[in-house]
């Protein structure tokens, strides 16, 4: 399923988050349950014959896993893992149609095996967080859509080019684009090119996906639905998060496809859209532009909700820009997250984002800013974007550091937008990250619920 949980935190009501769900299922885990906290967090080894050997220790109840875990919610475990481990040799058939454990995420795992037991996503999320102890008296965490299927995402851009799968799009194996020599041609019942890289002029693409691994024949029926894209048929699991490889045109629209390709429209989950209006604040996480926060967004009715509902409304920048957003500058964050909103309005929009304007040299991070196209940018843009804006964007955080996506705080005024300014430190990987205190200063600050004992430090915290 792709949109497990969407990548929107609302204060006191809900909790919706976009990505892994374990992952951020396991965030929710109190310290105080370590054993439960680690056991979720533990990914199988990244060797496929080492991986399957240790995920039957967690079978039989050998794993050292299970140790400092009560015996009631160990067995309880293993009983999911199991009948996880059945429904995966009823659908394997080698060797076209096999299962890798390979770094395997254990609340994955977990979740996947209770939805398989339960026949609902949202019965797996309840039981991982009974297991867990997540307090539910203050979190809630429900799923963006509500569906047993899985779902896909594409994504268009500026120059027709069609990129099929969230890991395709944003960090995907290498290599992902091949050139004209390396093109392997796919061919499926009717000899038709995969859409996923058919550009609109009808002209062959080199494919953005590594099609090296597809069968070009599927003696055996699998667990893919028959005349499914064959880029859908492909492993997910290799997939690199540090390679910065440009895309060849910046990202125009995401859209929802179904195992053929066509495009598909799913309905929200009611709860979440309810929860959403009845909220305080939204807060718009760190994450992936196109593919953590627009699934959730593009979303029949999650503008509306939006606009409709919570008072405030925050966007936290990331400290970084990456492959799906490279040149970007603040104002094209905000008339993203405006155009994903704006196009939810409609079922069947025609255009699910609002392409940035003025980005400077393709895919590359710079603070340089041309004041004159800047100023006059916002003379033409101010008016339009300051009545949309309101609806969904009333304050930004973002790092100041020239390696951050620069913010043109004046034309954030213009478009009715506080700008909240903080000065981060750096990771192990040379990127900059927000200090966690001076984040939470920062909210609470917008939020007017700061603890009047402690003061923020002058060079963390600016609000303009």
């Excluded at 009560?70 to 040799?89: D, F, G, K, N, T």
């Excluded at 499914?228 to 492909?234: A, D, I, N």
């Excluded at 760190?286 to 503008?303: H, K």
């Excluded at 940035?356 to 603070?367: N, R």
Aim: with cysteine.
């Amino acid at each position: 399923m792709y949109s497990f949980i969407t990548r929107l935190l609302i204060f006191q009501v809900i909790t919706l988050l976009l990505t892994s769900a374990s992952g951020r299922l396991v965030r929710l885990i109190p310290p105080t349950n370590a054993p439960i906290l680690y056991f979720f967090n533990h990914r199988l080894p990244s060797s496929s014959i080492q991986a399957s050997a240790e995920f039957l220790t967690l079978l039989d109840l050998t794993s050292p896993l299970y140790h400092p875990i009560p015996a009631p919610q160990a067995l309880l475990i293993r009983s999911i893992l199991s009948h996880l481990h059945l429904e995966i040799l009823k659908r394997i058939r080698p060797p076209s149609s096999t299962f890798n454990f390979q770094s395997a995420s254990i609340g994955n795992l977990f979740l996947t095996g209770a939805r398989l037991l339960t026949g609902s996503f949202e019965s797996a999320i309840y039981l991982l967080a009974i297991i867990g102890k997540v307090d539910e008296s203050r979190t809630a965490v429900l799923p963006a859509i509500v569906s047993n299927f899985t779902h896909h995402i594409s994504a268009g851009l500026t120059d027709g080019t069609i990129i099929t799968g969230q890991n395709a799009i944003s960090h995907p194996s290498a290599p992902t684009v091949l050139s004209e020599s390396e093109n392997v041609p796919i061919h499926s019942s009717s000899h038709a090119q995969d859409p996923a890289t058919l550009h609109p002029s009808g002209e062959s693409k080199p494919p953005l996906q590594n099609h090296h691994h597809i069968d070009t024949v599927y003696p055996i029926e699998d667990a893919t639905l028959p005349g499914s894209l064959p880029t859908l048929r492909t492993s997910q699991l290799h997939f690199s998060k540090s390679a910065d490889q440009p895309l060849p045109a910046p990202i125009s629209r995401i859209w929802y496809i179904n195992p053929y390709g066509q495009e598909m429209h799913p309905s929200p989950n009611p709860k979440a859209v309810t929860a959403i209006q009845a909220s305080d604040a939204i807060i718009y996480s760190i994450g992936s532009l196109y593919t953590s926060l627009a699934p959730s967004l593009i979303l029949t009715g999650v503008g509306t909700a939006i606009a409709s509902g919570p008072r405030f409304k925050i966007l936290v920048m990331n400290g970084s820009l990456d492959r799906e957003t490279g040149g970007f500058k603040g104002v094209d964050f905000v008339r993203a997250v405006v155009g994903f909103c704006e196009g939810s309005s409609s079922s069947f929009t025609t255009s699910s984002s609002i392409i940035p304007k003025h980005i400077p040299a393709l895919h590359t991070c710079s603070s340089v800013v041309d004041d004159d196209d800047m100023k006059a940018q916002t003379i033409s843009e101010s008016n339009d974007m300051k009545s949309k804006v309101k609806n969904y964007i009333t304050h930004l955080i973002y790092i100041d550091h020239p390696t951050a996506p620069y913010v043109n705080r004046e034309q954030l005024l213009a478009w009715g937008i506080e700008g909240v300014r903080l000065y981060g430190r750096k990771g192990e990987d040379g990127k900059m990250r927000y200090d966690e205190k001076a984040l939470g200063q920062a909210l609470g600050a917008i939020l007017g619920r700061r603890d009047g004992r402690e003061r923020s430090r002058r060079n963390t915290l600016e609000v303009g």
